[in-house]
């Protein structure tokens, strides 16, 4: 079955530090890749997503992620935190049965320390 | 335009009770989906509607939990004789194609007492 791994479930960075989140899936062919943030009380608010094309993808925010096909990974990263940029965070999936319902990693939830 | 909308935004019932909840997409969307958001169990899919075909039910979790989709466009979650394990953010999505990518409404957070 396919599954998506953020092995952090926290993650403390100093403002201004370089942050990166993983995410790990498992499946047999190329997903759609997403990641959303959620902030307290909020929805879902898309960061960045990969179909296909250039493996780097830039995101609002300053974010970035990088498509491994090797590694079976979409890890985030952003060169310098900000206080605000403490939320939750969630990897998503769609993996391509004609239609792409959302499989979510556990989150992992960023503590930005001053 | 708008985003997702969806209400009421927190829901408090007793056991037993049904509750209905309401989505209204982003205009124009097609494919509409719902999920569950709950402690330890992070987000889980549950039902899917794209265009006029039949949803996929797949994701619900037994039959008290059941969704429809009036003319294309506005959603109602219905759950029937709620359970304390329902207690759970219900988030709802929508896309403007199978492939494209997905918007999510604030939510809507039930308590079951």
């Known amino acids: 079955a396919q599954s998506v791994t953020q092995p952090d479930i926290h993650i403390t960075v100093s403002e201004g530090a370089s942050l990166e989140l993983r995410c790990n899936y498992s499946?047999?062919?190329?997903?759609?890749l997403f990641w959303y943030v959620q902030s307290p009380g909020q929805g879902l608010q898309l960061l960045l997503k990969?179909?296909?094309?250039?493996?780097l993808v830039q995101g609002i925010k300053g974010f970035e992620a990088e498509f491994k096909r090797s590694q079976s990974s979409f890890n985030l990263r952003k060169p310098s935190v900000h206080w605000s940029d403490a939320a939750e965070y969630f990897c998503a999936v769609g993996f391509n049965s004609g239609y792409s319902t959302l499989t979510f990693g556990k989150g992992t939830m960023l503590l930005v320390s001053p | 335009g708008a985003g997702v909308s969806q209400s009421p935004s927190n829901k408090v019932t007793e056991k037993g009770k049904d509750v209905e909840l309401r989505c209204d997409p982003i205009s124009g969307h097609t494919a509409l989906y719902w999920y569950r958001q709950s402690l330890g169990q992070g987000l889980e899919f549950l039902i899917y509607f794209q265009g006029n075909s039949a949803p996929d039910k797949s994701g619900l979790p037994s039959d008290r939990f059941s969704a429809e989709r009036t003319g294309g466009s506005v959603s109602t979650l219905t759950i029937q004789r709620t359970q304390q394990e329902d207690s759970a953010v219900y988030l709802c999505?929508?896309?403007?194609?199978?492939?494209?990518?997905?918007?999510f409404g604030p939510g809507t957070r039930l308590t079951v007492l």
């Open positions: 999505a929508s896309s403007g194609t199978t492939t494209d990518t997905q918007y």
């Open positions: 499946y047999g062919a190329t997903p759609y």
């Open positions: 990969y179909f296909s094309g250039d493996t």
